[in-house]
T-cell receptor, first 115, second 117 residues
Framework: GNSVTQMEGPVTLSEEAFLTINCTYTATGYPSLFWYVQYPGEGLQLLLK?????DKGSNKGFEATYRKETTSFHLEKGSVQVSDSAVYFC??????????????FGQGTTLQVKP | DAMVIQNPRYQVTQFGKPVTLSCSQTLNHNVMYWYQQKSSQAPKLLFHYYDKDFNNEADTPDNFQSRRPNTSFCFLDIRSPGLGDAAMYLC????????????????FGPGTRLLVL
């Protein structure tokens, strides 16, 4: 079945450091890929998405490229801020004709950015 | 702004006392989902409504029920809450086009944190 694997956290960085959170997936067909962010006590917010191979999703300085050859969707940001401290979830959806929109989540990666 | 609304944000209930959490959406999406989330774990899907069709996950306890009276509203009923049901409950919606295989974006509400005393 479909699955998503994220790098384990927590990830602790200093402000202005470069961020990479690895995400790889296993899926049939051509799923859509997502990164969601969850701030403490809040629901999940869509950060970015990509719907086909080689698409790059970007938002708020974060980027991720849909790499079908390596089945990856790594999240990157060039310079993190303290306000980026949150839990990040990689997820996939779709890819088959029986699609019901269900999301398959990775286990989440906690990012802590220190001043 | 179109959005997913959950009420209340915090709910305290007593062990064994039925509780209902509510979700509404202004996105006119055809699918609504309920998740349970503990600590900073990934959300766990309990069930979803595809239009009026109810779809239960195989491992969702019978203690959890849901109702969707119309497109905009969906309710989560916990018939007899136990201490282990204390968690964040998240509602989400998406627009799914049947048979296309295209992955749909889910939009989440802010969640309701349930405390069981």
């Amino acid at each position: 079945g479909n699955s998503v694997t994220q790098m384990e956290g927590p990830v602790t960085l200093s402000e202005e450091a470069f961020l990479t959170i690895n995400c790889t997936y296993t899926a049939t067909g051509y799923p859509s890929l997502f990164w969601y962010v969850q701030y403490p006590g809040e629901g999940l917010q869509l950060l970015l998405k990509a719907t086909k191979a080689d698409d790059k999703g970007s938002n708020k300085g974060f980027e991720a490229t849909y790499r079908k050859e390596t089945t990856s969707f790594h999240l990157e940001k060039g310079s993190v801020q303290v306000s980026d401290s949150a839990v990040y979830f990689c997820a996939l959806s779709g890819g088959s004709s029986s699609n019901t929109g269900k999301l398959i989540f990775g286990q989440g990666t906690t990012l802590q950015v220190k001043p | 702004d179109a959005m997913v609304i959950q009420n209340p944000r915090y709910q305290v209930t007593q062990f064994g006392k039925p509780v209902t959490l509510s979700c509404s959406q202004t996105l006119n999406h055809n699918v609504m989902y309920w998740y349970q989330q503990k600590s900073s774990q990934a959300p766990k899907l309990l069930f979803h409504y595809y239009d009026k069709d109810f779809n239960n996950e195989a491992d969702t306890p019978d203690n959890f029920q849901s109702r969707r009276p119309n497109t905009s509203f969906c309710f989560l009923d916990i018939r007899s809450p136990g201490l282990g049901d204390a968690a964040m409950y998240l509602c989400a919606t998406s627009r799914v086009f049947p048979g296309t295989g295209v992955g749909a974006t889910q939009y989440f509400g802010p969640g309701t944190r349930l405390l069981v005393l």
